[in-house]
């Protein structure tokens, strides 16, 4: 088993399930039908394919496992992939997330739906693809190839406003990565290679660090997002149809922290220094500004965005403090946050499936027609407000117990979230949930039906089971995050030298 | 074992009536949750005396919890003396509230529901007493918060509710903010969250300085104080105190429960727990001091303009929480758990003795359409008699005394023989307290159970006895105020070795403790006399000459006005905060991200570009003389061009 190629087939056999649904012909009803099981078990199969890399994986190295290289654009550019602890678990989620979201388009996606299937396999292939490639010429090809897919999902099956919202979006990703390109070409020509380990070990020249590391940060700050280029995101998320909000939340909003854990910090440890300040800054805004600002919202999608900005501030804070449980934190909370969001957007889906409104005021005591939702949902939101027991707790807590040791401002500034995240989540909850069930239309509501509970059940269990016990994953990180932090001092410490003996 | 049964049992049972409830059925339900609860309040007692007075302490670990770098710490179950007392205390209570709530919400349509909500409640407070870490103390101190959201909201469809059980939630949540600094603090400095190494490196801390904000600050002080602004918030000390009266839209069993015995007391016992800090920092003692002394003021003046029975209460154990508060500020530790026990028992027995009367009442809260009931009443009027009057502090020193008089007159003395900042001041705060607990206490019976009827006829028609399922627990609770008080003050507070080494305490502390056993018997007797006289004042006022009260609130218009509107904190929090921090969003959501991000970002680009290519769409007129214009000035430049520079 430990000889087969295991991180390519997670990578293409998604892409493999795609080209049958292309192969389908025939009736609309029955392409739509084989189409969305072809889907669902290639889906299914590609998390039973993914489930070995982490029971094979060992925790107690720092190198990269599961590697495979080819010769591809040239010696220097290869087919170069591989897995650590930062990436493994990304990729779990990624494999695990997909079926759920292919489950959870099963009877809201009417239109094109073999269309709409093969890019969201074509979306796991790429998103594997991100967290597994280990040359930077592979990783941008995934990582943009990734938003053909996202645009395409909006722009065709989202809401009334989505060509607004995929313009927003592309534009502000399209911005980032010219320079992100810019800056891989750069790196290429003072390094001679592409090969990400090799990079890491490379060392730049601070003057020049500086410069790669702003033209990385454009291009991840607007995927985490950071304030203040978080504003695509709302409306992406409002208009992306349900299993596209739950991609875009739990897994390609990771990508630009996963970007900053990969390129910014190893590679450019000098400006990483630098700019730390930066970062905090931009996260602590982050964090309270998108606190307030979903406190007022009267779309659910919105609120539910707008919390992701200031959860994904707390992943960045925790990132840059350099110190196990900061950066263990800042990962958790990108694991949990995509299991949390996730399954906020499905629980909102859930409710849009049956009103077709996102509008919190059109809601309004559906407890009482749909008392399993309710629990659902609270227990959904109570790991958002980052309740201890749940992930959301861990997470918050680890980064927040980093940063409180590199600096209170940060720290007190940042604690100010959990006040106001108890504000907006439990007031959604109350007007949503709560309150004398008025409306008309809502008489007739049916509570969850088998399919979404299968939907929500898994991630019920795991942000509940990992919140009380976190340590698989924590386990898997432990080595890989001290080897980043060491590494890091490694760096900071030669060039130190260097400067003091060039003197 | 006994002990993982003790804590585990009522979170299994909340957990399979949570779930299962609805299959299982209304009786099934209450059973299994009573039962579970039951029986943790047996073992807490078998617990309690093969704990305390030894220096035993059962450690028993569940589990890894959370292990990062140098971070590491599990859930367990510590037990020792503090503990057990706490074990006692949190499951009778709980037990005699899950009997109670059988008959209470005899009407209800969700008492499974209800049932595991109470049990979850359990669960998460024996969680919190029993850590051995402080964030496992947390996670029990945000469970009980949610369990707290979850009951004051169980009516789900009031509004009122639904407001409080938020605003619950939120406030609690600004103390968390200050408890979570506390343990990052904490961390930071001893590189450990466990109790056991926090509080034995504590002295070699002491002293040092760590940088907070822009300030270089004691590090002991700095820790201690983040952690009470966390037990303000629980505890509802004044600025962080709005939540509780607002809780009391839950069902009433809940507020004997989670609002008056328990809960609420967590702060009490935060502070108690990390002694071992307090003690160490005599600045935060002295804040902890003054905040309780001003509460415990601040609290009986209000509940003296109240009319709604609950919040009456409400008030009062905001008040008496006060007391507790300046108890532990004075290094009376032990004293101030001495209090917290006590206090369970009577005020526990006035909640639920004030459910009974609202169930008698038709759901009737106000005490101006009360009056007259002791005789419709009389065994819940007796049993609320003995909870006010233990609550009042009545006793003769040395001879007896409700449980109340003995640990309020115990603070007292404390205050009395103490030197720490801010005893004086919580002496005479305390004693004028004394006076208003028996005044409003006074007054609430007088109104409630004496004088004439002013309910309806239809009402009164009504009113009647509380069934025994729920006149049960409170025999239980009435012969705990009376009795546990007399029972405990021994052990409690003068048994040297029965807190083993759970209490640290500084030889003064121990001192000062020591000399107020051995006061005169005037100043032993000074709060009993202010009680006194406060029970008569109210007999005064409102039986003798009922018609005083009203002419007073008259021309005093303005204090009249100020108490019943709670001193207008809600008002100035909503100014302040609330209004704040919407206009802030909406701010920031329509300027900051509508028109200065996107305005300058993708809207304003893509609206350039749409006029350049307007623009540049108009250059391209199709009239010839227009484009040999252009060639013209071309050509015009360029040959400048080569002229100066070529």
């Known amino acids: 088993m430990s000889d087969w190629p295991l991180l390519s087939l997670v990578i293409f056999v998604p892409l493999v399930g795609a080209l049958f649904i292309l192969m389908i012909r025939g009736d609309d009803a029955i392409v739509a039908r084989n189409a969305k099981f072809v889907a669902l078990w290639t889906t299914l199969g590609n998390f039973v394919l993914s489930i070995p890399l982490w029971v094979g994986f060992d925790n107690q190295t720092a190198d990269f496992q599961f590697v495979e290289q080819y010769n591809w654009l040239s010696e220097n550019i290869t087919y170069h992939v591989g897995i650590d602890g930062i990436s493994m678990l990304f990729i779990i989620l990624s494999t695990f997330l997909l079926p759920i979201c292919i489950l959870a388009s099963w009877n809201s996606i009417q239109t094109r739906v073999k269309e709409y299937m093969v890019a969201f396999l074509i979306m796991e292939a790429t998103m594997v693809g991100v967290f597994s490639a280990l040359d930077f010429v592979l990783f941008y090809i995934f990582f943009e190839g990734g938003l053909i897919p996202m645009f395409l999902i909006i722009g065709v099956w989202g809401g009334a406003n989505r060509i607004y919202a995929t313009f927003k979006f592309f534009l502000y990703t399209l911005a980032g990565s010219v320079l992100m390109l810019l800056a891989i070409m750069a790196m290429f020509f003072e390094a001679g290679t592409t090969d990400i380990p090799t990079l890491i070990a490379h060392g730049f020249d601070p003057s020049l660090q500086k410069w790669l590391w702003l033209a990385f940060l454009a291009s991840f700050a607007v995927k985490v997002p950071m304030w203040p280029v978080h504003t695509w995101l709302p409306d992406a998320h409002v208009e992306a149809p349900t299993a596209g909000s739950v991609i875009l939340a739990a897994v390609l909003l990771k990508m630009g922290a996963y970007g900053f854990l990969r390129f910014s910090i190893p590679m450019l440890p000098d400006a990483t220094v630098f700019f730390t300040p930066l970062i905090f800054t931009l996260s602590v805004i982050a964090v309270i500004y998108a606190s307030l600002v979903a406190l007022m919202q009267e779309d659910i999608k919105k609120l539910v965005a707008y919390s992701s900005v200031a959860h994904m501030g707390f992943v960045t804070i925790g990132i840059f403090t350099f110190n196990q449980q900061g950066i263990e934190g800042g990962i958790f909370q990108m694991l949990s946050h ?93 007007r949503v949930i709560f309150g004398v069930l008025e409306k008309a239309d809502l008489k007739s509501l049916k509570d969850l039906e088998a399919r979404e509970v299968v939907i929500l059940a898994p991630l019920l269990a795991a942000v509940i089971f990992f919140g009380v016990y976190p340590q698989p994953l924590l386990d898997v990180m432990h080595v890989s995050v001290e080897n980043l932090i060491s590494q890091h001092q490694v760096a900071l410490e030669g060039a130190r030298s260097l400067f003091l003996a060039g003197r | 074992m006994m002990f993982v049964l003790l804590v585990f049992l009522p979170g299994l049972a909340a957990l399979i009536v949570g779930l299962f409830g609805r299959v299982l059925g209304d009786r099934p339900s209450q059973l299994i949750t009573s039962i579970a609860v039951t029986l943790s309040a047996i073992f807490a007692v078998i617990g309690f005396f093969q704990i305390t007075g030894s220096d035993e302490v059962v450690r028993i670990q569940i589990l890894q919890w959370i292990s990062s770098g140098g971070l590491d710490f599990s859930w367990a179950i510590l037990v020792d003396p503090l503990t057990a007392v706490m074990f006692v205390v949190v499951t009778v209570v709980a037990a005699l509230v899950h009997w109670y709530s059988i008959g209470y919400m005899s009407h209800d349509p969700h008492k499974p529901r209800f049932m595991a909500y109470l049990s979850l409640f359990t669960f998460a407070m024996l969680m919190l007493v029993s850590a051995d870490n402080f964030v496992q103390l947390f996670f029990g101190w945000e469970g009980v918060g949610l369990a707290s959201y979850l009951l004051i909201g169980f009516w789900f469809k009031k509004p009122a509710a639904n407001a409080a059980a938020i605003k619950a939630f939120v406030v609690n949540r600004i103390g968390d903010f200050g408890f979570a600094l506390g343990i990052m603090a904490i961390f930071l400095v001893f590189k450990s969250v466990d109790y056991a190494t926090v509080f034995e490196k504590a002295p070699e801390v002491a002293g040092t300085s760590i940088g907070f904000l822009w300030m270089e600050l004691d590090t002991l002080t700095i820790i201690t104080f983040l952690l009470f602004v966390g037990a303000m918030g629980k505890s509802a000390q004044i600025f962080l105190h709005t939540w509780l009266p607002d809780a009391m839209e839950g069902p009433t069993p809940v507020s004997a429960l989670i609002h008056a015995a328990t809960m609420v007391t967590a702060g009490v016992f935060l502070v108690v727990r990390a002694s071992p800090l307090f003690e160490l920092a005599p600045i935060t003692l002295g804040i902890v001091t003054v905040v309780g002394a001003i509460t415990a003021l601040f609290a009986g003046t209000v509940a003296l303009a109240q009319n709604d029975i609950k919040r009456v209460i409400a008030y009062s154990t905001c008040s008496q929480l006060g007391y507790m508060f300046f108890a532990a500020g004075l290094s009376a530790y032990s004293v101030a758990i001495f209090h917290l026990f006590t206090h369970a028992f009577f005020k526990a027995l006035l909640f639920l003795g004030a459910g009974s009367v609202i169930h008698a009442m038709s759901d009737e809260q106000d005490m101006r359409k009360m009056g007259g009931l002791f005789i419709l009443m009389p065994l819940t009027g007796t049993m609320m008699w003995i909870g006010s009057i233990s609550l009042a502090g009545v006793g003769i020193s040395g001879v007896f005394g409700f449980s109340g008089f003995y640990s309020k007159d115990l603070i007292l003395e404390v205050a009395w023989a103490s030197h720490a900042t801010g005893a004086n001041f919580a002496y005479w705060v305390g004693l004028t307290v004394a006076l208003l607990t028996a005044l409003y206490s006074g007054r609430l019976l007088f109104m409630t159970f004496h004088g004439k009827a002013r309910a309806d006829q239809s009402v009164m028609a009504h009113a009647h006895e509380a069934p025994l399922s729920m006149n049960i627990p409170n025999m239980v609770l009435t012969v705990g105020a009376i009795f546990a008080g007399i029972f405990a003050v021994h052990a409690f507070t003068e048994t040297e070795g029965f807190w083993g080494n759970a209490i640290f305490m500084l030889d003064s502390s121990v001192h000062v403790l020591e000399e107020a056993h051995h006061l005169p018997f005037g100043i032993k007797m000074l709060p009993v006399f202010a009680g006194l006289i406060g029970l008569l004042l109210a007999w005064y006022f409102y039986i003798k000459r009922p018609e005083l009260p009203p002419r007073i609130a008259e021309a005093n218009k303005p204090v009249y006005q100020f108490l019943l509107n709670k001193w207008y904190f809600d008002e100035i929090y909503e100014a302040l905060l609330v209004r704040p921090a919407k206009f802030l969003g909406y701010t920031l959501w329509r300027v900051g991200d509508g028109r200065i991000i996107d305005g300058f970002g993708p809207d304003g680009f893509a609206a350039m570009v749409m006029g350049l290519a307007r623009r540049s769409a108009g250059l391209q007129s199709g009239y010839l003389y227009h484009y040999a214009f252009a060639m013209m000035i071309g050509v015009a430049v360029l040959v400048s061009w080569f002229l100066f520079f070529g």
């Not at chain 1, 659902?376 to 939101?381: A, N």
């Open chain 1, 338 to 430: 995509g299991l949390i969001s996730g399954a906020l957007f499905l629980c909102v889906g859930v409710v849009y499936d049956r009103l077709h409104t996102r509008e919190i005021a059109r809601y309004g005591g559906i407890v009482h027609r749909m008392p399993r939702y309710a629990t659902f949902f609270l227990v959904f939101t109570l790991a958002n407000v980052g309740l201890p027991g749940t992930t959301g707790f861990v997470g918050e807590f680890l980064v927040l117990v980093g940063v409180f040791q590199v600096n209170t401002w940060v720290a007190v500034l940042a604690t100010t979230g959990i006040i106001l995240s108890a504000g907006y989540a439990l007031w959604l909850y109350r």
